[in-house]
């Protein structure tokens, strides 16, 4: 029987004497769509929500290591898991390549003998997963050309550092900026556009919506004669 280990909030599972099992049954997310039934048509109508679901997944886990010092360890592991019910990156060391978003929903229940501790931890799951090779910033220029190796669109963060207009163009999709004032921080997945502090919202300098980037190979076109630098975080994922 072999055992993983996971990284959840900042925190390794090992550090806590906590492994998962390795026999357990990997969950997956599914389509969000309603079924309407129609009088006279045979089946279902399914009307597509373009969107996929969160999903459960629950670990087995067992404590490895010294009885008396896993017991200690136990409160803290509680306490990490407990502190909230915010989405949190986690990892896997049999997944090394990807980056979950996890979010603790579960109880935390340990079932302890004379020997031996185990529980089962429940994750709520995002339904991607990112890509660990577009999770840091990488300076974009025009001309260049960005690969999404991904399965599907990825919604970056663009930082924008200069003054002025500007236009960003990303394989079809663009956007314009106008009265830049030291730089701009445009999120794609939480929708938000600040100044390069994030202490102020940039929506009025923003027309056109938030970039997301297809599949495959992507012309990157910049325009603005005083903007200095533009830097990319990409966030290629595939579904889970």
């Given at each position: 029987?072999?055992?993983s280990q996971f990284k959840f909030n900042g925190h390794k599972s090992s550090d806590f004497n906590m492994y998962i099992n390795s026999d357990y049954e990997l969950a997956?997310?599914?389509p969000d769509y309603q079924a309407v039934e129609i009088p006279g048509r045979d089946g279902d109508l399914l009307i597509p929500n373009n969107r996929f679901k969160s999903f459960k997944q629950d670990f087995p886990i067992t404590y490895i290591?010294?009885?008396d010092d896993s017991i200690k360890k136990i409160?803290?592991?509680?306490q990490l898991m407990l502190q909230d019910t915010n989405w949190h990156d986690m990892s896997f060391s049999f997944d090394p390549d990807y980056i979950y978003r996890a979010s603790f929903v579960?109880?935390?229940?340990?079932?302890?003998?004379?020997?031996?501790?185990t529980q089962t931890l429940s994750f709520n799951m995002m339904p991607y997963k990112y890509l660990t090779t577009g999770q840091t910033y990488q300076t974009i220029t025009d001309g260049d050309v960005l690969n999404n190796l991904g399965t599907i669109l990825a919604k970056p963060i663009i930082k924008i550092t200069?003054?002025?207009?500007?236009?960003?163009?990303?394989?079809?999709?663009?956007?314009?900026?106008?009265?830049?004032?030291?730089g701009i921080v445009?999120?794609?997945d939480s929708q938000l556009c600040t100044n390069l502090a994030g202490t102020r919202t940039q929506f009025d300098k923003m027309y056109g919506d938030f970039i997301d980037i297809a599949m495959g190979k992507q012309t990157v076109k910049i325009t603005g004669d005083n903007i200095t630098k533009t830097e990319l975080l990409p966030r290629w994922a595939v579904r889970c």
């Open positions: 029987m072999g055992y997956s997310t599914t290591g010294s009885y409160e803290a592991a509680k579960g109880e935390f229940r340990v079932k302890k003998s004379a020997t031996y501790m200069g003054k002025g207009d500007c236009t960003i163009k990303i394989g079809n999709r663009s956007v314009s900026l106008k009265g830049i004032d030291g445009m999120d794609s």
